[in-house]
Nanobody
Framework: QVQLVESGGGLVQAGGSLRLSCAASGSIFSINAMGWYRQAPGKERELVAAIFSAGNTDYADPVKGRFTISRDNAKNTVYLQMNSLKPEDTAVYYC??????????????WGQGTQVTVSS
């Protein structure tokens, strides 16, 4: 069984920074893509950033230039460095791991979510 455990959320003032971490555990052989989604109250869940096994990345337009995604393949961990935070970044942030290869096959997984609150 694969589990994703997130950490690093919290309360920060506008203009501040936070760093989210997400570690995948279990009998994992490989992970294709890891990423972060967020969901604000009353809004749909949206992709924030993704990083693929080759290292290429993708960002949502609202966070380009402010957020940086990275991963440590040896630790099956993905990070999201969030700088110049804005109140509209307030949301629950979810970690994802796609095309995870384990002894039992392939699967996609989600973390439990971590709250990020940016005060104005």
């Amino acid at each position: 069984q694969v589990q994703l455990v997130e950490s690093g959320g919290g309360l920060v003032q506008a203009g501040g920074s936070l760093r989210l971490s997400c570690a995948a555990s279990g009998s994992i052989f490989s992970i294709n893509a890891m990423g972060w989604y967020r969901q604000a109250p009353g809004k749909e869940r949206e992709l924030v950033a993704a990083i693929f096994s080759a290292g290429n990345t993708d960002y949502a337009d609202p966070v380009k230039g402010r957020f940086t995604i990275s991963r440590d393949n040896a630790k099956n961990t993905v990070y999201l460095q969030m700088n110049s935070l804005k109140p509209e970044d307030t949301a629950v942030y979810y970690c994802t791991a796609d095309r995870v290869a384990t002894m039992t096959g392939w699967g996609d997984y989600w973390g439990q979510g971590t709250q990020v609150t940016v005060s104005s």
